[in-house]
């Protein structure tokens, strides 16, 4: 795994937390799977600019703070 997807997804992980959210709830704010977001969090998958702008949204944080 790339160390870029498990910063990424410890970040959407720890906004997710912060809202209380669970997987689903945040699946369902940002139109994804939860599974989707499973890998996604867990740094198995490759997250594209698209769906990483609904998550940053669904989140309502920026950008930059996912990806830094």
Do not use: C, P, T
Request: hydrophobic share 40%.
């Amino acid at each position: 795994m790339a160390e870029i997807n498990k910063k990424v997804g410890f970040n959407i992980r720890k906004y997710r937390e912060k809202k209380g959210w669970s997987q689903e709830q945040l699946a369902f704010e940002a139109d994804l799977h939860r599974a989707y977001i499973g890998h996604i969090e867990r740094g198995e998958k490759n997250i594209g600019l698209i769906n990483l702008e609904k998550i940053a949204k669904a989140l309502n944080v920026a950008l930059k703070n996912l990806i830094g």
